[in-house]
């Protein structure tokens, strides 16, 4: 289990770096999108289960 949580960090690290910080698509649309359509989450639990580095 161990290599596993080290393998997805470091998947998880290129993912953000190569697709969520330098895509315009992402920083411009995607993400501005989705946190448009989630809303004031202040004081609520969110279950990230989607496909992508976490940083909601």
């Known amino acids: 289990m161990t ?3 080290k ?3 470091k998947l998880a ?4 770096e190569e697709f969520e910080e330098c895509s ?4 411009y649309y995607e993400r501005p999108g989705m946190l448009n359509l989630i809303g004031d ?3 609520k ?3 990230d289960v989607g496909c ?3 940083l909601v």
Do not use: D
């Open 13 to 16: 690290k290129f993912y953000s």
């Open 24 to 27: 315009p698509f992402n920083s």
């Open 41 to 43: 989450v202040k004081e």
């Open 7 to 9: 393998s997805y960090s």
């Open 45 to 47: 639990y969110i279950l």
């Open 3 to 5: 290599n596993n949580i």
């Open 52 to 54: 992508a580095a976490g």
